[in-house]
């Protein structure tokens, strides 16, 4: 019996969309204790991508018969880099000290070797695991989660294009993603109760964190103004303009690429979609440097979170939420990988006595991201959470970078 689709109408569909994100994020910020108990076990990201998987496996929209997905990828996903990456402050980053980047960069780290040795590891031990052929090849699944755990969401559609992986995989990974991803979270969360014991363990001197929570108090009151409707014209014109660009210079590099050095197709570089990302997010950094990086404080990266949201609800649409049963080995590696990161970082942090605070915005700063790093930092003190924002802008700029070498690395380990 032929599957029927209930909205049809992309109009009406992305309305749809809009309104669960709406519904999800005004839940997630409301106060009363039924939400707020919800939300303690049920992460809201989760819910983005999982309410839209529910509703195309129900029949009531369709990810195979909308093109939102494509829309969204190649309009609204390099908008968002770009207004992401405009907010980088590498000064402020600079002066947060050596250990906060080292931590930053361990976790990066962490992740990039953590791809490969596991599918190293899993291949001696069980070949089948990390295995697949064509789009399903396991290691193409896999990208999504590096992009995911170095940059967020819109590094983690960039590998899904670059290096095909099937939705059915990516649906998959994805759920990994959230959940294992989440867990070290809470282990994050709880571990900020208890930093004093952490930092004695370390032998760190936080000393430097006081005097951060009074510089950062300073610079959030001296960005922060009310937008206007020119500053929203301004922002959206730096975002969707530079997304312009970005298409104009990827048709002519890519074909070029592809005439002139078609070997380089293993490594994605004959592929628009490949040079869109990089253009998008080198023109961030380059934009963070000029006048424009003064629209965050009018709410540039919040626009950008707004675009990157949509697209995280078009991916849901094209999910199959229950995939994941199917091949439960795949949260194995998920925890192989995430275990590796976690040593990383705990032996880097041991050997440079970094305080805890910078080991675990660090690490949440590759692996949740702008969504989430914040909430850890805030666990250590309110006035803290814009330094979750500040390495997390960093791990945007950085993640298609990292993601993609993590990518072709765990592409040589599996063999292809």
């Not at 990828?73 to 770009?82: E, F, K, M, T």
């Amino acid at each position: 019996m032929e599957k029927t689709t209930l909205f049809t109408n992309d109009a009406s569909v992305l309305g749809i969309l809009v309104m669960i994100l709406a519904f999800i994020f005004y839940t997630s910020s409301s106060n009363k204790p039924f939400w707020k108990k919800f939300y303690t076990y049920i992460p809201a990201l989760l819910l983005c991508y999982f309410l839209p998987s529910i509703l195309n496996s129900m029949g009531v929209i369709s990810g195979e018969e909308s093109g939102l997905y494509f829309m969204a990828s190649r309009y609204l996903l390099p908008a968002s880099l770009v207004l992401l990456t405009l907010s980088i402050d590498l000064k402020g980053i600079v002066n947060l000290g050596p250990k906060a980047i080292i931590m930053f960069l361990a976790g990066t780290f962490g992740i990039v070797i953590g791809g490969p040795l596991t599918i190293l590891l899993l291949s001696a031990i069980s070949p089948d695991l990390v295995g697949g052929v064509g789009p399903d090849a396991v290691w193409r699944g896999l990208a999504t989660i590096a992009g995911s755990w170095i940059g967020g969401g819109a590094n983690q559609t960039a590998m899904k294009e670059m290096f095909g992986s099937s939705d059915k995989l990516f649906s998959a990974m994805i759920t990994v993603d959230v959940i294992v991803a989440n867990i070290w979270m809470a282990f994050l969360l709880y571990g900020a109760g208890m930093s004093e014991k952490v930092d004695k363990w370390f032998k760190a001197d936080s000393s430097s964190i006081e005097t951060l929570k009074k510089n950062l108090a300073e610079y959030q009151s001296k960005v922060t103004r009310v937008p206007s409707l020119t500053d929203f014209m301004v922002i959206i014109a730096i975002g969707l303009g530079f997304t312009g660009i970005s298409h104009m210079g990827a048709d002519v590099i890519a074909p070029w690429v592809a005439e002139n050095a078609p070997q380089l197709a293993k490594f994605s570089l004959t592929s628009k979609f490949f040079w869109l990302i990089v253009i998008a997010t080198t023109g961030g950094l380059v934009l963070s440097f000029t006048k424009l990086k003064s629209f965050e404080g009018a709410g540039a990266s919040k626009v950008g979170s707004v675009f990157l949201y949509i697209l995280v609800a078009t991916i849901g649409m094209k999910m199959d939420a229950l995939s994941i049963f199917e091949n439960p080995g795949l949260f194995l590696i998920g925890i192989i990988w995430m275990m590796i990161h976690i040593t990383v970082l705990l032996v880097v942090g041991k050997l440079i006595k970094a305080p805890f605070f910078f080991v675990a915005v660090g690490s949440q700063a590759n692996v949740g991201g702008a969504a989430s790093a914040p909430i850890v930092a805030s666990a250590f003190h309110p006035a803290l959470a814009p330094v979750g924002v500040l390495l997390a802008v960093l791990g945007y700029a950085l993640g298609t970078y990292a993601a993609w070498f993590c990518a072709v690395l765990m592409q040589t380990a599996a063999g292809y």
